[in-house]
């Protein structure tokens, strides 16, 4: 509240049934002091008097540096160790692949619908490493290592779970698919490989040498 003044008005009062007009011809100031502190707060504090405004007081604003000086920005980090609601983190390792193909279990069944999203997924996220029928042959292979065929006899042996293993924590040059694939995508491309392992030929071993240069992705 700003200080007001008020000039030349008729102020009316009633005192005993008796109604009487007052002029007020000099200027009446009302000094409202308490209202005019005006404290700094934030990095661009008001530069008037008046009260502070709610969202201008001491405490952690958004890429702001902190006012407590244990962090170089107000930006809240997640605890260490926190999991978002409603998500299960992958118990596994990079290199526990056998572990996990013995405990994990394809929750989806085998039918036209998944197939048919196991498909889609495959050929906009696989197929420029895998190539069109899992052979290792696709357009990325120009620049980057070849992977292993999928239709060899050793992928065709792994449980269903350790090929979902191989996308959720990467092997080799190929990273993990984990933040762009969720559970279902991926074990929706399970049934997608294992229906051209039942179409294609077997393909052939893989020697040690080429596997080797491939980056261990066999």
């Known amino acids: 509240m700003h200080n007001a003044f008020i000039t030349a008005r008729t102020l009316r009062i009633r005192v005993g049934g008796l109604s009487a007009a007052l002029l007020v011809t000099a200027p009446l100031v009302l000094s409202t002091t308490a209202c005019d502190l005006g404290l700094p707060a934030g990095r661009a504090p008001h530069v008037e008097g008046n009260f502070l405004d709610m969202a201008d007081q001491p405490k952690l604003k958004p890429q702001r540096s902190d006012i407590f000086g244990s962090r170089a920005t ?126 294609e030929p077997v393909a052939p071993a893989v020697a040690p040498a080429a596997a080797a240069t491939a980056g261990g992705r066999s």
């Open 74 to 199: 107000g930006m809240m980090e997640a605890p260490v160790g926190s999991v978002a609601i409603d998500e299960t983190p992958y118990p596994f390792t990079q290199a526990q692949a056998t572990e996990a193909g013995l405990a994990l279990i394809n929750p989806l069944p085998h039918s036209p619908e998944v197939l048919a999203h196991g498909k889609f997924v495959f050929e906009n996220v696989c197929i420029t490493c895998h190539g069109p029928r899992g052979a290792g042959n696709g357009t990325l292979t120009l620049l980057f290592p070849k992977p292993p065929s999928l239709m060899t006899q050793r992928v065709r042996d792994w449980p269903d779970g350790e090929i979902f293993h191989r996308p959720m924590r990467g092997q080799g040059s190929m990273p993990s698919h984990a933040r762009q694939l969720d559970t279902r995508d991926i074990w929706s491309v399970v049934h997608y490989i294992r229906q051209m392992q039942s179409e």
